[in-house]
């Protein structure tokens, strides 16, 4: 009887998942707002590692000794580092730029930061009146977020203007929004690489009234008129909610778009625009830029 | 004689509490409380010394409201039992849509059973209130907004989401195509917007029916109003205040 109970404890312990949370740096903000989402949000137990101040060995060592069934990893040094030791493991991730271009496996499951183009491209039309046309700058890095926008664009019977380009230099801003009633400035890391060039889309934006749609709140500064950019708390949220699904063996997107999002809106550049704005009956606005 | 006069009034001026303006709500899923107390400042300071205050505990907010010269927005259920034990009376109402009531409704694509994973912009709370009786399949993942609830559900983020039933019609006019396989799986209670509600003494004070009918009219009114997500406030009919529990 005794050898039968301690049978059933053993195969409950080996069955029991056993989670690990990484964190790139809790120090940085956006990833401890993720994290402390996800342990409000998360009703299970999981142990959790702070790698910021780690050696490359020690982060080794521990992954091995550890060997966690399940590893939820925030920011990039942490998922390259699970990838490289245990990359046989299920592993959920979030708060990575451009994650499609790190090394990756089927089984991995995470939230990218970038927010489903439809997303955006509604929020924008729920606030201003007469914006179709939308321009954007891009490389090769961008093309399939691109890509997307034109496909959500279509759906809406808005239009996206591209132009891409090989390195800063040929950008022609002048020429885009002579096109476009206004420009949503991406994440492309040639666009945003030079701090002039950028100074210059702003200003060549603003002197032909066009409004920019930008993706994080930094770029109020220049002068975006907008910025569209994801909610780190609710990323937590929606690890904790996919890791509880993946427990409860229910069927979940793999790579999911992020579902929160967090709009700032800068009053004063739209009305020196003269920017029409709808009497939106939904709240879009989670902040207006002072 | 004057001196002692205008030294009493600077000492009254000097020592006086000014009145609060205590806000507690689970319905409205606000993060930038800071935003709004500076706006909110801002716009009591027009109307003498009144100062916006708010609360993310119940309990605490409960107990403050006893001893204290208080003015409360709140939401109509709360009010509903607090009603029973405090001396407060409901003057005003949110409206939205030209309408004080609204039914928050079950959204979903077509043809799917009520299981998974539903967005919601009210606290986890909130929601599971809001669900109790519908399913106990289904996960609560808290979003910021109804917008970004609904778009989830659209984009394929999320199974179903928890919305008013404005918020769809309202989103249906700006994407048709998100919507178009979306569909009303339930339609939850019909609730009352939030309240704000007096002292008695207070009850037929002017200035406070200023500070909360004139709202709409000044920009950090309409900020205030944008992020409690309601277009103003107007009083209560007696016929409302009496469901309400306000008079007996």
Not at chain 1, 270 to 280: D, G, P, Q, R, T
Not at chain 2, 44 to 64: C, H, I, V
Not at chain 2, 97 to 108: A, F, L, M, P, T
Not at chain 2, 164 to 181: A, H, P, R, V
Request: proline letters at 1%; aromatic letters at 12%.
């Amino acid at each position: 009887m005794r050898f039968i109970l301690i049978f059933i404890l053993f195969i409950v312990y080996v069955q029991a998942k056993t989670i690990l949370v990484i964190n790139s740096n809790s120090e940085i903000s956006k990833y401890k707002e993720t994290e402390l989402a996800f342990r409000n949000s998360f009703k299970g137990e999981f142990s959790f590692l702070d790698i910021s101040k780690m050696s490359k060995d020690e982060i080794k060592k521990y992954l091995y000794d550890e060997y966690p069934n399940i590893v939820y990893t925030i920011g990039t040094r942490a998922y390259k580092y699970v990838y490289k030791y245990i990359p046989e493991k299920k592993v959920f991730f979030s708060s990575i730029v451009n994650w499609k271009r790190l090394p990756k496996k089927k089984h991995f499951s995470g939230v990218l930061v970038e927010l489903h183009s439809g997303m955006q491209l509604t929020m924008i039309n729920s606030l201003c009146l007469n914006i179709k046309t939308f321009g954007i700058v891009y490389s090769h890095y961008s093309k399939d977020v691109v890509s997307a926008f034109i496909n959500s664009a279509k759906n809406m019977n808005f239009n996206i203007v591209g132009q891409e380009i090989k390195s800063i230099k040929d950008i022609n801003i002048d020429k885009l929004l002579n096109k476009s009633d206004s420009l949503i400035l991406i994440a492309d890391p040639i666009v945003i690489s030079d701090k002039n060039t950028l100074k210059n889309i702003f200003k060549t934006a603003k002197k032909l009234k066009k409004p920019i749609f930008a993706y994080d709140k930094i770029f109020l500064k220049y002068g975006a008129m907008l910025s569209i950019s994801v909610d780190n708390p609710t990323i937590g949220r929606q690890i904790a909610t996919m890791i509880k699904s993946y427990l409860d063996k229910k069927y979940q997107k793999n790579i999911q778009y992020p579902v929160g999002s967090h709009v700032v809106f800068n009053k004063k550049v739209a009305e020196e625009l003269k920017i029409e704005l709808s009497n939106n009956k939904i709240n879009i606005i989670d902040e207006f830029s002072e | 004689m004057k001196i002692i006069f205008l030294s009493i009034l600077l000492l009254t001026t000097l020592f006086a509490q000014s009145v609060k303006v205590c806000f507690y709500t689970i319905e409205n899923n606000i993060k930038n409380f800071k935003s709004l107390k500076f706006k909110f400042d801002k716009y009591l300071s027009k109307y003498g010394d009144y100062e916006f205050q708010a609360f993310s505990d119940k309990s605490t907010f409960e107990k403050y409201i006893n001893n204290n010269n208080v003015i409360l927005i709140l939401s109509s259920t709360h009010y509903k039992n607090i009603i029973k034990t405090k001396k407060f009376k409901a003057k005003f109402i949110a409206l939205k849509n030209n309408k004080i009531k609204d039914i928050e409704v079950i959204i979903g694509k077509k043809n799917r059973e009520l299981d998974g994973v539903i967005t919601s912009a009210h606290s986890e709370k909130y929601t599971k209130n809001l669900l109790k009786g519908i399913d106990k399949k289904l996960s609560i993942l808290v979003v910021p907004k109804e917008i970004d609830a609904l778009m989830s559900v659209g984009f394929g983020m999320s199974d179903f989401a928890v919305v008013s039933k404005g918020s769809f019609i309202n989103i249906q006019e700006i994407n048709g195509f998100l919507t178009k396989d979306l569909r009303i799986y339930n339609e939850l209670n019909s609730t009352y917007r939030i309240v704000i509600a007096l002292a008695i003494q207070d009850f037929k004070n002017k200035n406070i029916s200023n500070i909360f009918e004139d709202m709409q009219n000044s920009e950090n009114g309409q900020y205030i109003l944008y992020t409690l997500g309601i277009d103003r406030f107007i009083q209560l009919k007696v016929e409302d205040l009496r469901y309400l529990g306000g008079i007996k």
